[in-house]
């Protein structure tokens, strides 16, 4: 049993390395949970739905597409073409409430608080949709997957998850914790100039590949 647990370690740890260092940028869904943080917003249901969310997508990769030998060039090219649209946009809705001060509005309380079912939706459609959450997850986590063998690659996919649930659980804590504190004009307005500069380094990144390619 040792021996056993000894031996897929490093495909564990490397599942685990690669994934945290894809989930850590300042995407989409992190920013999303940041905000619904730091308006008080439903912070415990968002993260539970993003880190399912998460995990089914680390799963479909590892067992799945895989499995299966990957997706063609042509599918993973039009993936990487949505995602960089998908960036581009949410970068300059976040250039416009930057520019324009509107965050000065979101800082305070809202108004008309999301329900449940409003957060739900919003959480699985910023994992769903995305089309870089599934180039992060299910695309380039299942295709490193493939170089541990079997079952290397299901604990290497474990070691992904696992970085998946410590992410979210500790960003949902910070922003619990802080997000009273950090209500402020200032920071909304800072938050919104990184995540513009964020999303669009990442698109330009994720377009010079795609023309590289």
Known sequence: MLLASTAFAPAFTAGLLLCLSLIVALGPQN??????????????LTVGVSIVSDVLLIALGVLGLAQVGGISDRV?????????VFLLFYGWQALQ?????????????????M???????????????????????????????????????TVFGLGAATASV??????????????????????????????AVMMWGTAAALGWGLLGH
Do not use: E, K, Y
Request: hydrophobic content about 50%; glycine content about 12%; aromatic content about 10%.
């Open 76 to 84: 993973q090219g039009a993936m990487v073409g949505a995602g960089v």
């Open 115 to 153: 329900t449940r079912r409003q957060a739900v939706m919003s959480a699985l459609a910023f994992s769903w949709l995305n089309p870089h959450a599934w180039l992060d997850t299910a695309v380039l986590v299942g295709t490193a997957s493939l170089a541990w063998g079997t079952p290397g690659n």
């Open 97 to 113: 409430r930057f520019l324009s001060g509107a965050t000065r509005d979101i800082a305070a309380p809202p108004t008309q608080p």
């Open 166 to 195: 410590l992410w979210f659980g500790g960003l949902g804590l910070c922003v619990f914790w802080l997000g009273q504190r950090l209500r402020t004009p200032r920071l909304w307005r800072a938050l919104d100039g990184l995540v």
């Open 31 to 44: 920013a999303h949970l940041l905000r619904m943080g730091l308006q008080g917003q439903h912070v415990w």
